[in-house]
């Protein structure tokens, strides 16, 4: 797949994974991340013509990739697996469910308008599929700006266009800090906690799922 990523993403992410690979506290990388993606976040062309060619080529980004989301486009995964970016393409008023991630990771919109809705765990996990979530903050991220997440509990967020216009998100996630398969969705009024795994880890579920019916 390498051949068919734009070469400005392709030397974007080379230099990223390089500072990357020397920093070994979160914080940093975070910090460094944050500082280099409004450099790809502003080159509105670009993603032009990765939409146009994603449109008439269908070759990148990869439409096969397993992502979590319908919304969500693998534009890059490190070889070493220090980060991966994503697109994200938000229709008028779409929202991802309330999450949590694996990971750190720095977002920001190519257009538009981002919102972020953050939460705080109020519970201390122990109930099964139980979670009590309380809203903590809303903020508007615009284009060329950046917000930071963090993982698991610490990062219970979600993400969405308020306006009215169709917009480009992108994401750099860190390397996963748990062996996880799979990110809590939350349901605030329900007080729930789920698992939400990609297509094919959750196909390989029902699979076995469905087998121990049989093995019964
Ligand atoms: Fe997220």
């Given at each position: 797949m390498t051949s068919r990523i734009p070469s400005k993403i392709l030397s974007f992410c080379k230099e990223c994974a390089h500072s990357l690979s020397n920093l070994r506290e979160n914080q940093e990388r975070i910090e460094y991340t944050q500082e280099l993606l409004p450099r790809l976040l502003r080159d509105t062309p670009l993603f032009g013509t990765i939409l146009r060619d994603l449109i008439v080529k269908r070759e990148y980004p990869d439409l096969n990739y397993p992502t979590m989301f319908d919304s969500e486009f693998m534009l890059y995964t490190d070889p070493d697996r220090l980060f991966s970016m994503r697109m994200f393409i938000w229709e008028p008023g779409a929202y991802d469910p309330i999450h949590d991630h694996n990971s750190w990771g720095v977002i920001g919109p190519v257009t538009g308008q981002l919102e972020v809705i953050t939460y705080r765990r109020e519970?201390?996990?122990?109930?099964?599929g139980y979670a009590d979530l309380i809203e903590t903050g809303r903020k508007i991220i615009l284009p060329g700006d950046t917000y930071f997440v963090l993982p698991l509990n610490t990062g219970i967020h979600r993400t969405g266009n308020p306006g009215n216009e169709t917009i480009i998100q992108v994401s750099i996630y860190g390397e996963a800090?748990?062996?996880?398969?799979h990110i809590n969705g939350f349901d605030l009024e329900l007080k729930s906690v789920y698992p939400i795994y990609a297509p094919k880890t959750k196909k390989r579920l029902l699979a076995q799922q469905a087998l121990n019916y049989i093995e019964m």
């Open positions: 519970d201390d996990g122990s109930r099964e800090q748990t062996t996880r398969n």
